[in-house]
């Protein structure tokens, strides 16, 4: 871990950080080893914008992951089959790695049709964060998976490539953090720069050596569809998003050349529940960004208000309340 910058006592530190942020101007940083992977893939705008701002901002980036578009994936992976790893042919991005695997079927094409093949396909996000927390940047200060293109809130997060890769960086010790934004890749650079106010303020709150997030302890955020964000917030999973995935008789919606083909798409789902108010999937509909603690497995872990983290959670919900226009209220489930 990188030691604080010598000289201003750390109180200096922390009002210099949140003036600087509120102004919208860049702070000096101390510089941290940064993983970035995602489930989009390696050449996603998002990554790439993410990559560009976080260097802009001092830090050393790498990023491993998936050749492409490897999105739902969760935490699948390959075991007992071949993985080529690549590098990034484009100079603006010499520390990016991709990861490819093979798999096997029956061809259905009229060269092969009926014959046994071995296909080159994308590795999957849970092997392209593993490739990178063990080949490409084994002493990382933080692991960021995405920003994604789309939501990952409540139950979904089981089934998010991007959620995934983020935990299993967390259950390897690392501190972690899942970005997703309902912007596509509308807005590639904003949504980094989101990333790199949070990264920045939890630089501000640790002193020393400590590590940048409490051992055990990950951030799930996602970014609201709006032009002007109203603020951040500290929330819990949940389990209610508006969307739920389901069998559909017209995938067209999604990819027009599957019009009229049956399969998984997503329907809109019934109104959240009262006791889900304080849940990410309601409270970004809300205009503010979420930002809710994970463990290795998902959901919020009930018992954190009680237990040795609390203060630090307490103190992360302070704390985010300086990047919202006004006083934003804590939620209930850390008070």
């Known amino acids: 871990m990188k030691k604080?910058?010598?000289?201003?006592?750390?109180?200096r530190m922390l009002l210099l950080s949140v003036v600087l942020l509120a102004c919208g101007l860049p702070q000096q940083a101390n510089a941290l080893d940064i993983l970035l992977t995602n489930d989009d893939g390696y050449a996603h705008p998002n990554i790439r914008a993410l990559y560009r701002e976080l260097s802009k901002a001092g830090h050393r980036v790498a990023i491993a992951a998936?050749?492409?578009?490897q999105s739902a994936r969760g935490g699948a992976f390959f075991y007992g089959e071949e993985v080529v790893a690549g590098r990034d042919d484009d100079p603006d991005y010499p520390a990016s790695h991709y990861l490819k695997t093979r798999q096997g079927g029956s061809c259905l094409s009229d060269a092969c049709r009926g014959q046994e093949v071995s296909v080159e396909i994308s590795a999957t996000p849970v092997m392209a964060a593993l490739y990178g927390i063990e080949r490409v940047l084994p002493h990382a200060d933080l692991v960021i998976s995405g920003p994604n293109a789309g939501h990952n809130l409540g139950r979904i997060n089981n089934s998010s490539g991007t959620?995934?890769?983020?935990?299993?960086?967390?259950v390897r010790g690392y501190p972690a953090i899942a970005v997703s934004a309902d912007w596509q890749e509308a807005a590639p650079a904003a949504a980094?720069?989101?990333?790199?106010?949070?990264?920045?303020?939890l630089e501000a709150m640790r002193s020393g050596d400590e590590r940048l997030l409490p051992a055990g302890i990950g951030l799930n955020v996602n970014l609201p569809r709006s032009d002007r964000?109203?603020?951040?917030?500290?929330?819990?999973?949940?389990?209610?998003?508006?969307?739920?995935?389901?069998?559909?008789?017209?995938?067209g919606s999604l990819r027009p050349a599957l019009a009229g083909k049956f399969?998984?798409?997503f329907r809109r789902a019934s109104l959240p529940p009262a006791d889900?108010?304080?849940?990410?999937?309601v409270v970004v509909g809300q205009g503010l960004i979420t930002v809710s603690p994970i463990t290795g497995l998902p959901g919020t872990p009930g018992s954190l208000p009680r237990d040795e983290h609390g203060d630090w959670l307490k103190r992360l919900a302070d704390r985010l309340q300086s990047l919202s226009e006004k006083p934003l209220r804590s939620y209930s489930y850390i008070q």
């Not at 910058?5 to 750390?10: D, E, F, S, V």
């Not at 959620?163 to 967390?170: D, H, P, Q, R, Y």
């Not at 889900?276 to 999937?281: F, I, V």
């Open 4 to 11: 604080s910058l010598p000289g201003a006592p750390l109180a």
């Open 66 to 69: 998936p050749a492409g578009d």
């Open 163 to 170: 959620f995934n890769a983020a935990t299993v960086a967390l």
């Open 192 to 201: 980094a720069t989101e990333v790199v106010k949070l990264v920045a303020l």
């Open 229 to 251: 964000i109203k603020g951040w917030q500290l929330t819990s999973i949940g389990s209610w998003w508006p969307y739920e995935f389901s069998y559909v008789d017209d995938l």
């Open 263 to 265: 399969g998984i798409g």
């Open 276 to 281: 889900e108010a304080n849940s990410e999937g």
